[in-house]
């Protein structure tokens, strides 16, 4: 592999461990834990991991000899930048314990233990991967580990390899399936341990215990840094409205830590819409209102954040989904024999009248994608919707109105964007790379200390990393009942964003500044070597979060 200069630099920093982690460590342990809710029933489902305490990591000074353990590995779902720091440090974490330890890394996600498709991850293997993006050391996958099939048929490969625990690095859909594992391996009393690393870019796997998820940090950064590139170019230009939609699945988190990054005119908030019963048109207007303020002082030109879940979260939306979902699936045959051309009115004519008079108003692309992209359940697959192109095209409309009734006086000319691939495979920076190697080597410290059912935890991290606290955190203590699919089930509860929080009160206390002047802030890129304020600040969510 030709490596850039940055990527054999970078090979060379040394994450940074707190200070429990760095010698000898003993594990303390606080009081019996209880969910979050739904206390009775979570109990019931997991009466060999529930109420276990939360395992703090303090300095010890007795060394104390372990035998060899052999550790597995499971990458799940997205890419995540600082994945294979996690890995190296379980890696270094286990050979610190006995330096025979092996570790096994699963291929292409859950699916490689159910298939047992593996390889051993040698020193020579992760040193290629110390402090790079990306999952590609053993890949990653989407595959559910839930049936006792699959727990069985992983336990095989699992006594094959002589493995004692299993380390699954996901977010919150995959840390509450390796919970079930963990219940399933210990009531059969199988001796594997199972642990939980928090991952994910959307930021929406978090909590008291768990300040956030992986690769979060990161992600924004470079987001940021684009929108902040975009920012300058609009600002010199002067002729475009730029509509940037940002990755982060339902949760707005990444959209809001942009904004609060990068200040730019418009930022959506889907917790918001949703909070206000907002309607399609509301949220148009609410952007078409910036655009003309901004135009009526000669601004033709602005930025304008959207998360990727925004259509979900718009009431009025989710009905009309929903609607063409039940309608489409028990019509399917019918609407594959209507002309393309014809396509739209009959959907109109078919629809309930508040539903049709919606679908009428979207562009013809979004009408189009809401029928025809569906997934193989035949439901809209709401990700793949345009939403960027859909807020451009009906503020551009809503402003040709408002010019004829005089109500809008400047130009109006846009530029759609999509950031989310770039950014999950970047460089971690320093704080993904030091966070993530610091969560795989404490998930080696629960592993030594005979932990099951918990997912390694590092907080105080907005302190300098010697001051970070290190444990772990029954997954148990996470967990709510859902509807799932029409069930009730135990899952780790998602972490919306909070409009009472103080990342959304700090965002909204400056927006109507941000809407009407041009108070862009370029964050430039990642930088992996300087001053200690330029290359380790956490996000603004963080720092906010914690502020007391
Ligand atoms: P995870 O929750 O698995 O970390 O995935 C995050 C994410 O990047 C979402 O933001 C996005 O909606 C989704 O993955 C895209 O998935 P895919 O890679 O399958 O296209």
Request: with cysteine; hydrophobic share 40%; glycine share 8%.
């Given at each position: 592999m030709?490596?850039s200069a940055?990527?054999?630099?970078r090979?060379?920093y040394q994450?940074k461990?707190?200070?429990?982690?760095?010698?000898?460590v003993?594990?303390?342990?606080g009081e019996p834990?209880?969910?979050?809710a739904?206390q009775?029933?979570i109990?019931?489902?997991?009466?060999?991991?529930?109420?276990?305490?939360?395992v703090?990591?303090?300095e010890?000074?007795?060394?104390?000899e372990?035998?060899a353990?052999?550790?597995?590995v499971i990458?799940s779902g997205?890419?995540?930048p600082g994945?294979?720091?996690v890995?190296s440090g379980?890696?270094?974490?286990?050979?610190?314990?006995?330096?025979?330890s092996?570790?096994y890394?699963?291929?292409l996600?859950?699916g490689?233990l159910?298939?047992?498709n593996?390889?051993?991850?040698t020193?020579d293997?992760?040193?290629?991967?110390?402090?790079?993006g990306?999952f590609?050391?053993i890949?990653?996958?989407?595959?559910?580990?839930?049936?006792?099939d699959q727990?069985?048929?992983?336990l095989?490969?699992?006594?094959?390899?002589?493995?004692?625990?299993?380390?699954?690095i996901?977010?919150?859909?995959?840390?509450t399936n390796?919970?079930v594992?963990?219940e399933?391996?210990?009531?059969?009393k199988y001796?594997?341990q199972?642990?939980?690393?928090p991952?994910?870019i959307?930021?929406?796997?978090?909590?008291e215990m768990?300040?956030?998820s992986?690769g979060?940090d990161t992600?924004c950064?470079v987001?940021?840094?684009?929108?902040?590139n975009?920012?300058r170019?609009?600002?010199s230009?002067r002729k475009?409205?730029h509509?940037?939609?940002?990755?982060?699945?339902?949760a707005?988190?990444?959209?809001?830590?942009c904004?609060?990054?990068?200040?730019?005119n418009v930022?959506?908030?889907?917790?918001?819409?949703e909070?206000k019963?907002?309607s399609l048109?509301d949220?148009?207007t609410?952007?078409?209102?910036?655009?003309?303020?901004?135009?009526a002082q000669?601004?033709?030109?602005g930025?304008v954040?959207?998360p990727?879940?925004l259509?979900?979260?718009?009431?009025?939306m989710?009905?009309?989904?929903s609607?063409l979902n039940?309608f489409?699936?028990s019509?399917?045959e019918?609407f594959?024999?209507?002309?393309?051309s014809?396509?739209?009115d009959?959907?109109?004519?078919?629809?309930?009248?508040?539903n049709?008079?919606i679908y009428?108003s979207?562009?013809e692309?979004v009408?189009?994608?809401?029928?025809l992209?569906?997934?193989?359940?035949?439901?809209?697959?709401?990700?793949?919707i345009?939403?960027?192109k859909?807020?451009?095209?009906?503020v551009?409309?809503?402003?040709?109105e408002?010019?004829?009734?005089?109500k809008?006086?400047g130009?109006?000319?846009s530029?759609?964007?999509f950031?989310?691939?770039?950014?999950?495979?970047a460089?971690?920076?320093n704080y993904d790379?030091d966070?993530?190697?610091?969560?795989?080597?404490?998930?080696?410290?629960l592993?030594?200390?005979?932990?099951t059912g918990?997912?390694?935890?590092?907080?105080?991290t907005?302190?300098?990393?010697?001051?970070?606290i290190a444990?772990?955190v029954?997954i148990?203590?996470?967990?709510?009942?859902?509807?799932?699919h029409?069930?009730?089930?135990p899952v780790i509860?998602?972490?919306l964003v909070?409009l009472?929080?103080?990342?959304?009160?700090?965002?909204?206390?400056k927006r109507d500044e941000?809407?009407i002047?041009?108070d862009?802030?370029?964050?430039g890129p990642i930088q992996?070597?300087?001053?200690t304020?330029v290359?380790d600040q956490p996000t603004?969510?963080?720092?906010l979060e914690?502020?007391?």
């Amino acid at each position: 592999m030709t490596k850039s200069a940055l990527q054999i630099a970078r090979a060379a920093y040394q994450p940074k461990l707190p200070k429990a982690l760095r010698g000898a460590v003993k594990a303390s342990e606080g009081e019996p834990t209880q969910s979050v809710a739904d206390q009775h029933a979570i109990k019931e489902l997991f009466p060999n991991t529930y109420g276990m305490p939360i395992v703090k990591f303090v300095e010890s000074d007795q060394k104390v000899e372990y035998p060899a353990i052999n550790v597995g590995v499971i990458l799940s779902g997205g890419q995540a930048p600082g994945g294979h720091n996690v890995i190296s440090g379980i890696f270094d974490g286990v050979k610190k314990l006995n330096p025979d330890s092996k570790l096994y890394g699963f291929i292409l996600g859950p699916g490689g233990l159910v298939d047992h498709n593996y390889m051993e991850l040698t020193a020579d293997i992760i040193d290629e991967y110390r402090n790079t993006g990306g999952f590609d050391m053993i890949g990653s996958g989407r595959t559910k580990l839930e049936t006792t099939d699959q727990f069985e048929k992983g336990l095989k490969i699992i006594r094959e390899l002589g493995i004692k625990a299993i380390v699954i690095i996901g977010g919150d859909d995959s840390n509450t399936n390796a919970c079930v594992l963990a219940e399933y391996y210990a009531a059969k009393k199988y001796g594997v341990q199972v642990i939980g690393c928090p991952k994910t870019i959307d930021g929406d796997l978090k909590n008291e215990m768990i300040e956030t998820s992986f690769g979060f940090d990161t992600a924004c950064k470079v987001y940021s840094e684009v929108i902040g590139n975009i920012q300058r170019d609009c600002n010199s230009a002067r002729k475009y409205w730029h509509f940037i939609k940002l990755m982060g699945r339902s949760a707005s988190h990444i959209a809001l830590e942009c904004a609060l990054q990068v200040q730019p005119n418009v930022c959506i908030v889907s917790e918001e819409v949703e909070a206000k019963n907002m309607s399609l048109d509301d949220v148009v207007t609410y952007v078409a209102n910036s655009v003309a303020a901004r135009a009526a002082q000669g601004k033709n030109f602005g930025t304008v954040l959207i998360p990727e879940g925004l259509i979900e979260f718009i009431p009025a939306m989710k009905a009309l989904i929903s609607e063409l979902n039940d309608f489409l699936a028990s019509n399917a045959e019918e609407f594959s024999h209507i002309k393309k051309s014809h396509q739209r009115d009959y959907i109109i004519s078919k629809l309930s009248k508040v539903n049709a008079e919606i679908y009428a108003s979207l562009p013809e692309g979004v009408a189009r994608q809401l029928t025809l992209d569906r997934d193989p359940h035949g439901n809209v697959q709401v990700s793949l919707i345009e939403t960027e192109k859909l807020l451009a095209e009906m503020v551009g409309n809503k402003l040709a109105e408002w010019k004829e009734q005089g109500k809008f006086v400047g130009k109006f000319a846009s530029q759609v964007h999509f950031f989310g691939y770039e950014g999950r495979c970047a460089a971690p920076s320093n704080y993904d790379a030091d966070y993530c190697y610091s969560l795989g080597y404490a998930a080696s410290a629960l592993i030594a200390n005979g932990k099951t059912g918990y997912m390694s935890s590092i907080r105080n991290t907005t302190a300098p990393a010697d001051q970070w606290i290190a444990g772990g955190v029954p997954i148990t203590m996470m967990m709510n009942m859902e509807k799932r699919h029409g069930e009730m089930k135990p899952v780790i509860q998602k972490a919306l964003v909070k409009l009472d929080g103080k990342p959304f009160q700090a965002f909204a206390a400056k927006r109507d500044e941000w809407a009407i002047n041009t108070d862009y802030v370029y964050p430039g890129p990642i930088q992996y070597f300087g001053p200690t304020e330029v290359c380790d600040q956490p996000t603004k969510t963080l720092q906010l979060e914690q502020s007391k």
